[in-house]
């Protein structure tokens, strides 16, 4: 943790998702003491927050992404991503996290595929790719497929799958 000259705790105000000059991921860490009012910012490797994030935090663009999500289901996509971050002694939820199935691997995509999620509407999109790759990483898949993508639509909305 971050300690102010004045003596006191210096608090994570906020996260700011950056990308260094060669286009590696970067944390901008916001800080503040609650009892002179000094402020002051650190530039991070993405994912090097360690001691700089004083609580489980949000960046803003993971934040901006939540806020985008119905109301009905925010809160329990917010649930459960804070409670995979916890399990895995994290403090910092990034737009890559809510990207990442909450079994922990990362799902690659067929091209077709992605160009067909840009067709899904923004408001249900991160939720369908949540479930795609949940649904990829539970059959041990690594990828996401545009025949899993049909199987998927077919299971929750009776439609798509295979044509006879």
């Excluded at 360690?50 to 996509?77: C, I, K, N, Q």
């Excluded at 799902?107 to 999109?125: S, T, Y």
């Excluded at 545009?146 to 299971?155: G, N, P, R, T």
Aim: with cysteine; glycine share 10%; hydrophobic share 35%.
């Amino acid at each position: 943790m971050l300690t102010c000259g004045c003596g006191r705790w210096m608090h994570t105000e906020g996260i700011e998702e950056r990308a260094y000059e060669d286009g590696s991921p970067q944390w901008f860490v916001r800080s503040e003491c609650r009892g002179c009012g000094f402020k002051v910012g650190v530039d991070l490797q993405a994912g090097q927050a360690g001691s700089f994030v004083d609580r489980l935090m949000w960046t803003d663009e993971a934040l901006h992404r939540l806020e985008r999500l119905p109301p009905y289901f925010a809160p329990l996509f917010r649930d459960e991503v804070e409670q995979d971050v916890r399990a895995r002694g994290e403090r910092v939820v990034s737009y890559d996290t809510l990207l990442r199935p909450r079994t922990g691997e990362r799902i690659q995509w067929d091209g077709e595929a992605e160009r067909r999620l840009a067709n899904v509407p923004a408001p249900v999109r991160a939720m369908a790719r949540i479930e795609l790759e949940r649904t990829a990483a539970e059959r041990g898949a690594s990828r996401v497929t545009v025949a899993l993508m049909e199987e998927v639509k077919a299971k929750y909305f009776g439609i798509g799958g295979s044509k006879k």
